[in-house]
């Protein structure tokens, strides 16, 4: 049986809890011999004292590791001189140095998880939004202009490869499905402004491209203002959703709170050899250190870790474990008596871990 070196980046704020929760958690799920583990330094405060965010050592760890597991980067009030967040560059340096392209952001309501949007049920919300990670608007992150404090400009970015890339990842991701809760269809939403920018009518014009090789998936389209009330109205029409980068940003947040909040919400930040995985939640400095935090994003961001691992390894045991992890965290909210604060309970992050790992020891 083979063993998986995880680089594991535990962060600032919550990050170090939840990242030691997903670790007990896979390590029930798939026992102590699959899993390696090792604790990399990388975050704000590793850069409030040693001036690096992103040590040389760690992102030399991250490069020959199977996976990356990262709890959360980030503390109020360290930034650089421009203005932006340390902490955020961890993260961003990992997505464009080891390319990640293509930032998987399931939006799934669990039983025992009460929607904000009236009468949807478990089942009927199912779909994912895959996010272009490594250009879009972030493609000028650190090389946006502020001339003279009077003017600041940053530049969108579409590249062909860029599109080419996300957008069939997205139909072979829709392959994998089985299709939208409403009708069963395979479908890929392409969420952009191609009808004001040509960018935005850019990474269409690619979608559509690739799209013709696809002829079982439905090709879609909705402007990124118009999806904001459709992913409201009718979240059960949606399989997959591609968007650019800061597009992607912004809607798979609203997705989010569909379904239980930023305190559910996994992600996988793929590229063609690398993966890294955390909750996409932020450091949440406010509650750090005090056992509030939910860990379930970054359980399920570990779950998508063993299925990603599995499929790149044809190691069918682990994408059973992914799947054994996901029952469990379902297992546990169904039950309704470990409910993470944010969903309304009273649980603490060590609880709710516990009462996972009783469910996979079951
Ligand atoms: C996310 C976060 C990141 C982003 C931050 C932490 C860099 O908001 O992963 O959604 O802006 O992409
Ligand atoms: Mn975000």
Known sequence: MQTYDIATIEGDGI?????QSAV????????????????????????????????????????????????????????????TEVGNDLHLQLRFRLDLFANVRPIRLYSGVQSPLRDWQPGQIDYVIVRENTEGLYASRGGGINLRGEVATDTLVVTRKGVERVARFCFELSRRRQGAPRDGQRRVTVCDKANILRTYAFFRAVCDEVAREYDDVQIDYAYADAITVHMLKKPDFYDVIVAENMFGDIISDLGAGTVGGLGIAASAELGETHGLFQGAHGSAPDIAGQNAASPLATILSGALMLRWLGEQHGDEALRRDADRVEQAVEAVLAAGQTVPRD????????????????????
């Open 343 to 362: 969903l309304g309970g009273n649980a603490s992050c060590t609880e709710i871990t516990a009462a996972v790992c009783r469910q996979l020891a079951r």
């Open 15 to 19: 990050g170090p809890e939840v990242c």
């Open 24 to 83: 007990s958690v896979l390590t029930e799920a798939c026992g102590t011999q699959r899993l390696r583990f090792t604790q990399l330094g990388g975050g704000a405060a590793h850069y409030v004292k040693t001036g690096a965010v992103l040590p040389d050592d760690t992102y030399a760890a991250c490069k020959a590791s199977h996976a990356i597991l990262h709890g959360a980067a980030g503390l109020p009030g360290v930034t650089y001189a421009d203005g």
